[in-house]
């Protein structure tokens, strides 16, 4: 008896798998794109971006005020935010400045928000 979960042989469609195979990106990217889906997942950085999005640019002291994050948490989320480059920063005098770092993080995160709103409207 074969599981329902298997198929009884290893490939029903060769070719349609080898066209697959070759229009797939390197798995660097896929890596890299789940790198960028693992930062997006705490609530704290999806705030912060939100408030880029809205503000265009915020110092650090502003973003905590409207995130709620303390100063600290805002400092540690925006480092990872930076590393994966969603956001970017200046410094001016003593404060530094952060806005989003393309327009891509708006088209993430507004399909984002769509996703959610789909799904809540549909269990609604």
């Given amino acids: 008896m074969i ?30 794109l789940a790198e960028v889906f693992r930062v997006l997942s705490d609530p704290g950085r999806v705030r912060l971006i939100s408030a880029l999005l809205e503000a265009g ?10 995130t709620g994050l303390s100063q600290t948490a805002c400092s540690h989320n ?5 590393a994966r480059r969603l956001v970017r920063y200046r410094k001016q005098g003593r404060n530094v400045y ?9 088209l ?17």
Avoid at 4 to 25: A, F, G, I, M
Avoid at 109 to 117: A, I, K, N, Y
Wanted: include cysteine; charge should be negative; hydrophobic fraction near 40%.
């Fill in 57 to 66: 640019e915020l110092c650090v002291c502003d973003l905590a005020a409207v």
């Fill in 78 to 82: 925006l480092r990872l935010l930076r």
């Fill in 3 to 32: 599981p329902l979960d298997r198929c009884e042989v290893e490939c029903v469609e060769p070719d349609r798998v080898r066209s697959v195979l070759e229009r797939l990106p390197e798995p660097q990217v896929f890596h890299d």
């Fill in 98 to 106: 952060y806005a989003l770092d393309d327009a891509h993080i708006r």
């Fill in 108 to 124: 993430l995160l507004d399909v984002g928000l769509q996703h959610v709103s789909h799904e809540e409207a549909d269990t609604g």
